[in-house]
């Protein structure tokens, strides 16, 4: 599967954004997806994932209330709705699949990676 990350751009801190994965090559809904995120000169780490089936979702803690991670099996397209950004938001966003039947938080697990969009947020 291919994956195409984008929404990413430039926002003042308090402000809103909301980042698509549009996949192609694959059954979509065959995937568990995730999101994560890596802020210049720090390590990628994890930011939300979700079920093949949409029904379950697991977030960082450092993202609890902010963020809210979707899914659109029939137009094959994850989101990441990005609320209350501050400063720590600023970084690639990557998202990305994997076949597994259960939901992932650990990058090396995941297969399939999309190119990454970049989430600057102005203070």
């Known amino acids: 599967v291919q994956l195409q990350a984008s929404g990413g751009g430039l926002v003042q801190a308090g402000g809103s954004l909301r980042l698509s994965c549009a996949a192609s090559g694959g059954t979509f809904s065959s995937y568990t997806m995730g999101w994560f995120r890596q802020a210049p000169e720090k390590e990628r780490e994890f930011v939300a994932a979700?079920?093949?089936?949409?029904?379950?979702?697991y977030y960082a803690d450092s993202v609890k209330g902010r963020f809210t991670i979707s899914r659109d099996n029939a137009k094959n397209v994850v989101y990441l709705q990005i609320n209350s950004l501050n400063a720590e938001d600023t970084a690639i966003y990557y998202c990305?699949?994997?076949?597994?039947?259960?939901?992932?938080?650990?990058?090396?697990?995941?297969?399939?990676w999309g190119q990454g969009t970049l989430v600057t947020v102005s203070s």
């Open positions: 979700i079920s093949r089936d949409g029904g379950r979702t």
């Open positions: 990305a699949a994997d076949r597994a039947t259960v939901v992932l938080t650990t990058e090396e697990l995941y297969d399939y």
